[in-house]
């Protein structure tokens, strides 16, 4: 029988002992990633289909490959979830694993941000583009911004569970929280 690798005997002594936190916490990270993924891929899609009025304007173009790419990101690392929440292991070594994704979350969870920050500014000016197009293009383009910062939030909560999961690694030396000590009194 092979060792048990990439954070799985982690998994399987919290199994043993009946902890129901890191199944959990993968199902968390599972529906965090799938929900950033969502509403990048929607905001990018909005973006890209604004036509003239939207694609026109430089803010919108970089809201669209910034959540573009957010988009491919949480695909990939909803994937990665997906894969930890059906059988615990990571497809990377633990360390490293935890280390990429606390450290991606919030690389691009802060692009989204700016790219949304920067499309809102443009966003509140709508009306004097004069280039057409008028409310539906407004309206496209205030919903493109909504859901950007939808990304960047998913994001930044998916970065503080990830972040939690990096402190239990330093502090056990697992990804999971050791069960509490039991009382010997």
Do not use: I
Not at 7 to 35: F, I, M, N, S
Not at 105 to 130: P, T
Not at 156 to 175: I, M, N, Q, W
């Amino acid at each position: 029988m092979m060792p048990l690798q990439n954070g799985a005997r982690a998994a399987a002594d919290a199994e043993a002992r009946g902890d129901k936190t890191p199944a959990a916490a993968a199902v968390l990270l599972l529906l965090l990633r799938v929900a950033a993924l969502c509403a990048s891929a929607a905001a990018a899609a909005l973006a890209a289909t604004g036509g003239a009025a939207l694609l026109g304007r430089a803010p919108f173009r970089l809201l669209l490959a910034a959540d573009a790419v957010v988009a491919a990101y949480s695909a990939l690392e909803a994937a990665a979830a997906a894969r930890e929440a059906a059988g615990g292991a990571t497809l990377l070594p633990e360390p490293v694993q935890l280390w990429f994704d606390f450290g991606h979350d919030q690389a691009f969870g802060y692009m989204a941000l700016a790219a949304a920050a920067v499309a809102a500014r443009d966003a509140a000016s709508c009306g004097g583009w004069g280039s057409g197009g008028g409310g539906a293009a407004c309206a496209r383009a205030d919903v493109a911004v909504g859901l950007g910062f939808a990304a960047f939030a998913f994001l930044a909560l998916a970065a503080l569970l990830t972040g939690f999961r990096v402190a239990c690694f330093l502090a056990t030396g697992s990804r999971f929280a050791p069960p509490p000590p039991s009382s010997s009194y």
